[in-house]
């Protein structure tokens, strides 16, 4: 069995306005938009869920506690006892702990005034030092708002400004996407594992317009590159929103180095996208 932590290293995991720092050997599962699933040897270890919620005051939060803990009852969970430990009061302006009969954290509930996100954790892991652990892992929890959002998560890392809101995500067998809006354009970033067989078949070039989901597109490959843009006129915009399509696009699909994969950024708008906003961020997304 692989030691979980410690000896080894930690990582940073972050997503949509989480981050907290884990065992290299704990695995982050995706579970939806605001939910993860941390796992060690396949067994899960503790769960996150979240919101955006707006300000809270103390009386409103209290009363978001009582809810949240009544909708838990009813779906046939027992209510754990409020434990008076403050381990995570550091991070967060509001929280309500909940331990097991012998006092041991189990549960709670916090809220963060900054990005108005309220989080409810639940420890799953029965083991002693698998739940001190957790312990300490969540004492790293944090949500608030800086000048980006880390989204990190399996073996890559995305940085993208707060505006950019998610709208979807895919995390299938040897392709991972996820789908952004932002104030000015629309961002996918993709990763496709496998790149030196799937370069023995597809070129680059080839293989961005699938992923891109157009023909019409120009495309300029390097050795390790490829990108593509479009900016029709006034008669094709027409074209294309006819269409439903996007008129302006601009991608970038590369071969990272060290690693045996591919990743690409791909932009659309209704409007022309700034030439350097592709380069931006394509620099910020990266396998780790």
Same mark, same amino acid.
């Given at each position: 069995m692989t030691e979980p932590y410690p000896p080894g290293p930690a990582k940073m995991v972050g997503w949509n306005g989480i981050e907290l720092t884990v065992p290299k050997t704990w695995e982050a599962i995706v579970s939806g938009p605001c939910h993860l699933l941390f796992e060690f040897d396949f067994a899960p270890l503790?769960?996150?869920?979240?919101?955006?919620?707006? !300000?809270?005051?103390?009386?409103? %939060?209290? =009363?978001?506690?009582? $809810?949240?803990?009544?909708?838990? $009852? @009813?779906?046939?969970?027992?209510? =754990?006892?409020?434990?008076? !430990?403050?381990?995570?009061?550091?991070?967060?302006? %509001?929280?309500?702990l909940f331990g097991d009969d012998r006092g041991e954290l189990s549960e709670g509930i916090c809220y963060c005034s900054q990005s108005t996100i309220l989080l409810v954790f639940q420890v799953l892991t029965h083991q002693h030092r698998l739940r001190t652990m957790v312990k300490?892992?969540? !004492?790293?929890l944090?949500?608030?708002?800086?000048?980006?959002?880390?989204?990190?998560?399996?073996?890559?890392?995305? @940085?993208?400004?707060?505006s950019f809101h998610l709208q979807d995500f895919s995390f299938l067998a040897g392709f991972t996407s996820l789908k952004f809006n932002g104030p000015d354009y629309s961002l996918m970033a993709g990763k496709l594992a496998g790149a030196g067989k799937r370069l023995e078949h597809q070129s680059l070039a080839a293989l961005l317009p699938v992923l891109a989901g157009t023909d019409h597109i120009r495309l $300029? $490959?390097?050795?390790?590159?490829?990108?593509?843009?479009?900016?029709?006129?006034w008669g094709k915009r027409m074209f294309y929103r006819l269409k439903r399509e996007p008129p302006?696009?601009? =991608? !970038?699909?590369?071969?990272?180095?060290?690693?045996?994969h591919l990743l690409a950024i791909i932009l659309s708008s209704t409007s022309n996208i700034c030439d350097t906003s592709l380069d931006s961020h394509s620099q910020r997304y990266e396998i780790i």
């Amino acid at each position: 069995m692989t030691e979980p932590y410690p000896p080894g290293p930690a990582k940073m995991v972050g997503w949509n306005g989480i981050e907290l720092t884990v065992p290299k050997t704990w695995e982050a599962i995706v579970s939806g938009p605001c939910h993860l699933l941390f796992e060690f040897d396949f067994a899960p270890l503790f769960e996150l869920r979240w919101e955006r919620v707006g !300000k809270l005051s103390s009386s409103r %939060f209290e =009363a978001r506690v009582r $809810q949240i803990r009544h909708q838990a $009852q @009813k779906g046939g969970r027992p209510l =754990a006892r409020s434990i008076n !430990k403050d381990d995570l009061a550091a991070n967060f302006d %509001f929280t309500r702990l909940f331990g097991d009969d012998r006092g041991e954290l189990s549960e709670g509930i916090c809220y963060c005034s900054q990005s108005t996100i309220l989080l409810v954790f639940q420890v799953l892991t029965h083991q002693h030092r698998l739940r001190t652990m957790v312990k300490s892992v969540l !004492k790293s929890l944090k949500c608030r708002p800086g000048s980006e959002v880390l989204w990190r998560v399996q073996d890559f890392s995305l @940085k993208l400004p707060p505006s950019f809101h998610l709208q979807d995500f895919s995390f299938l067998a040897g392709f991972t996407s996820l789908k952004f809006n932002g104030p000015d354009y629309s961002l996918m970033a993709g990763k496709l594992a496998g790149a030196g067989k799937r370069l023995e078949h597809q070129s680059l070039a080839a293989l961005l317009p699938v992923l891109a989901g157009t023909d019409h597109i120009r495309l $300029q $490959q390097k050795e390790h590159s490829c990108t593509g843009y479009r900016k029709p006129g006034w008669g094709k915009r027409m074209f294309y929103r006819l269409k439903r399509e996007p008129p302006f696009l601009t =991608a !970038k699909i590369w071969r990272t180095t060290g690693s045996d994969h591919l990743l690409a950024i791909i932009l659309s708008s209704t409007s022309n996208i700034c030439d350097t906003s592709l380069d931006s961020h394509s620099q910020r997304y990266e396998i780790i």
